[in-house]
């Protein structure tokens, strides 16, 4: 079982930057494949960002350019920096982990362990 605890989340003004990161209880978070993604009310989660255990990468088109997700694994974190965010971006934030992928996962069901969720809010 790996739990996961994320941080980083707050209320910023458009164009701003923020800085997510997700806590793993595990310490061999390089043997997993890792996702963000987020869900804004009345609608459904969505992919923002996956990260294979080998470290290859993959963006949803909206975030492209803007997002960058990366694994520490010697710190048992993932994060996701969120540049020049947009009020659309606001949601709750999930982080996601599943065993083993050298692959990004990119569907919710691909993963087995969920965080509680963080919530960025960005103001226009």
């Known amino acids: 079982q790996v739990q996961l605890v994320e941080s980083g989340g707050g209320l910023v003004q458009a164009g701003a930057s923020l800085r997510l990161s997700c806590a793993a209880s595990?310490?061999?978070?390089?043997?997993?494949?890792m996702g963000w993604f987020r869900q804004a009310p009345g609608k459904q989660r969505e992919l923002v960002a996956a990260?294979?255990?080998?470290?290859?990468?993959t963006y949803a088109d909206s975030v492209k350019g803007r997002f960058t997700i990366s694994r520490e694994n010697a710190w048992n974190t993932v994060s996701l920096q969120m540049n020049s965010l947009k009020p659309e971006d606001t949601a709750v934030y999930y982080c996601?982990?599943?065993?083993?992928?050298?692959?990004?996962?990119?569907?919710?069901?691909?993963?087995?362990?969920w965080g509680q969720g963080t919530q960025v809010t960005v103001s226009s």
């Open positions: 996601a982990a599943t065993y083993f992928s050298g692959v990004p996962v990119t569907t919710q069901v691909g993963y087995d362990y």
């Open positions: 595990t310490r061999t978070l390089g043997t997993y494949a």
């Open positions: 990260i294979s255990s080998g470290g290859t990468t």
